[in-house]
């Protein structure tokens, strides 16, 4: 198991920046992937952004160009740097980690991060 920490929300107005972190409670050198996903009022949960234990990384159409993950396996932490932020990424961001055993799927999420982007 894995317990996961998101901080550096709040909020900033359109075009602003904001890192978020995801702080692991274990090392993520082994996880199959990490991830940050969002969620809307009234909305379902979405991918933002993936990033594998090999630095391979996928993004939402809607944040390519704008957003960047990265992971720091000493510090067991991920990041999301967002830039150029639009009143539409308001959303809590949650983070993910995902791993395999015996080809079963294990998701872990933290408790979310909220993150307003005023116009």
């Known amino acids: 198991q894995v317990q996961l920490v998101e901080s550096g929300g709040g909020l900033v107005q359109a075009g602003g920046s904001l890192r978020l972190s995801c702080a692991a409670s274990?090392?993520?050198?082994?996880?199959?992937?990490m991830g940050w996903y969002r969620q809307a009022p009234g909305k379902q949960r979405g991918l933002v952004a993936t990033?594998?234990?090999?630095?391979?990384?996928n993004y939402s159409d809607s944040v390519k160009g704008r957003f960047t993950i990265s992971r720091d396996n000493a510090k067991n932490t991920v990041y999301l740097q967002m830039n150029s932020l639009e009143p539409e990424d308001t959303a809590v961001y949650y983070c993910?980690?995902?791993?395999?055993?015996?080809?079963?799927?294990?998701?872990?999420w933290g408790q979310g991060t909220q993150v307003t982007v005023s116009s």
């Open positions: 990033i594998s234990s090999g630095g391979t990384t």
């Open positions: 993910n980690a995902r791993t395999y055993t015996w080809a079963i799927q294990y998701d872990y």
């Open positions: 274990r090392s993520i050198f082994s996880i199959n992937s």
